[in-house]
């Protein structure tokens, strides 16, 4: 079907297309192992562009938008949110994998997919949903997001979920449980490593922007130190603007091409012949040695002088007193849940279908849902 509308509309297939760009260890969508169940090939999307796009259609990508990464909406509006914290990564990925000839339709699902299972309120929403669920399992945002993707999302009608292809919901698989699946594809690789480069980048500078920390502060760590020197070697004095936006830059340009100085060298000097040799391989995709150092350093400070800075405190204990009474409440008058969810608990208990739904909210829905309550009306 491809080759047929292709060869009429002049098109190049994505196999050729494919058979041009990657390198031989790269995943090939002709390849992948299909869908739980088989669909058609589409005439000129293959299949992880049509992953990519099922999971841009989706209603859990959307509420992204209004789920915090690590600041609140009352901090303003210039951090970012879970939403273009996930453009970000993937935009970083595809970077990184065109230039090491990777899939770039399996790198840009997976990282559009990566984070679309976060509850409300960050980290600090799931560490509640976690001991919510303790006797039951605990609550996972990377294990929610393949329940999302197999069960919860309703957009088709001839089966649940988004009927995504085995290797996007087995790299999801990964980060859910790197010990139970330690053999990633170097597409899977790329994106856990974008993920770290584009958070690290962006709430350094969201931290400074916001007054929580200053650029000085931060010039205490070597690799923010070296940041500034070649900001300043390069375009001398700068507004505290300027210099903050540069910086940010340089951090994200520095690591990528730390990661592609590394992978480069050593995938060009293997002969692997399959996607398979790559992830069978002792090699893992990551920053250099000294890179990795620098990383930790600045990640520890970010921990204590920004994710654990006394501005952020207060809001993270009313959303997690919310969250909890939620959970609480639904559980105890399962009648004030939406229907599909009442009738999900037959199948996954109780705590867990409550759980489900709360994790589909975003921050602000959260927030009306607890008014609600607690004024004594119903919810919904
Ligand atoms: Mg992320």
Redesign the pocket.
Known sequence: MESDFSTLAGLRTITEHEGLLLAPYAVRGQASRGRRYAEPEHAYRGPFQRDRDRIVHSAAFRRLSGKMQVFTKDMGDYHRTRLT??HE?ASIARTIGRALRLNEDLIEALALF??IGHPPFGHAGEAVLDACLRDVGGFSHNRHALTIAEELEIRYTEFPGLNLTHEVLEGQKMRADKRAFPLAYLEVQVVDVA?SI??DAHDTDDAVKLGLVTLEDLARLELVAEMLENVRRRFGALSPNLMRQAVVHELIDAQVSDVLRAAGQYLSSTAWDSPEAARNSDFRLGPSPPMRRKKEKLERFLYSQVYRHPKLRGGRLRAQEQLRTLFQTLVEHQEQLPRRFQQRAASVGLKRSVADYLAGMTDRFCERIFAQLTQGKAIG
Do not use: E, F, Q
């Open positions: 914290h996930t990564v990566h984070d993920d584009t958070y």
